[in-house]
């Protein structure tokens, strides 16, 4: 099996971890993100209303996108990550530094391969982030899509193609500034103990790739949350004035944000957000760790 293929497969299990852990943190991150302002008066208020108003598979609502899709991105990251990681390996090689193969890479280098990884990903996440944000927010009363399918068919029906890429800007923004901090700060800690204790990556003991990928994901969260807010609220804007649209443009979102509710609007939701990284991103790390091992043996 191709290291190219190894990489995929084991992002994918990461990926489909990453949803089925962090699925009912993410919504009521949405909902916080996106509701007018005095709407929730915090997680447990927002939380509490979808269940008595929905009832409990309302966390997992517009699942499937994501369970396909972030698939899918985490193995497009992981792919162009790892990817990243040989060349500079290779580079290291050709001039003597980075240990045995090239392979301890300098910070630098891991920032721009986790920058790499983000762009990459940000092409398929984008629109995948899009119609689980639709979905996630719609009425359940009266919904406008019967589920992702129906609503990827309505939206570029009427909008083309720049209708399933709203808000991609700000998501490649938050992807490239984020999965920089994000595999930087994991390959570090996977780094230290490696040499800290004289071993190989695949001697780490897994609970420890928890811990490390719950501190990347505190990391990411610390530099895009802002971004992602504002992601949010361009992908659940109308698509012209006469659908409601507020924003002619990402910078008008931060402008109107910033004038009618304040700088508090770009942290609302961050609660959620932070219970949920630890589970999700160590899960994310965990499944793509422990599917490496088993590849590397086949």
Request: with cysteine; proline share 4%.
């Amino acid at each position: 099996m191709s290291k190219t293929v190894k990489d995929l497969t084991a992002g994918t299990v990461g990926g489909i971890a990453q949803v089925l852990v962090g699925q009912p943190f993410d919504i009521v991150k949405v909902r916080m993100q996106t509701a007018p302002k005095g709407t929730y008066n915090g997680m447990v208020h927002c939380a509490g209303g979808i269940l008595k108003n929905e009832g409990p598979l309302a966390f997992y609502k517009g699942t499937l996108t994501p369970l396909l899709g972030i698939g899918v991105c985490v193995s497009i990251q992981f792919g162009a990550l790892e990817y990243a990681k040989r060349i500079f390996a290779s580079q290291n090689l050709a001039l003597g530094r980075g240990g045995e193969g090239g392979k301890i890479l300098a910070g630098d280098q891991l920032f721009a391969a986790g920058v790499f990884a983000g762009l990459s990903n940000g092409v398929v996440s984008g629109p995948v982030e899009h119609i689980r944000i639709r979905l996630q927010t719609q009425s359940n009363t009266n919904p406008l899509y019967k589920g992702p399918w129906d609503a990827i068919k309505k939206i570029y029906g009427q909008r083309g193609i720049a209708g399933i890429y709203k808000g991609q800007a700000v998501t490649l923004l938050r992807e490239a500034s984020g999965y920089g901090v994000y595999f930087l700060t994991y390959e570090k800690l996977v780094q230290r103990e490696m040499a800290k204790k004289n071993i190989r990556r695949d001697q780490i003991p897994l609970i420890n790739a928890v811990g490390y990928g719950a501190a990347a994901g505190y990391a990411l969260w610390a530099i895009i949350y802002p971004i992602d807010m504002i992601k949010s609220r361009m992908q659940t804007d109308g698509f012209s004035p006469a659908t409601g649209q507020k924003y002619k443009s990402t910078l008008d979102c931060v402008r109107t944000v910033w004038r009618t509710e304040g700088p508090g609007a770009f942290t609302r939701g961050i609660i959620p957000t932070l219970i949920r990284s630890p589970f999700a991103n160590g899960a994310t790390f965990v499944g793509f760790e422990m599917a490496m091992r088993v590849l590397d043996k086949l």
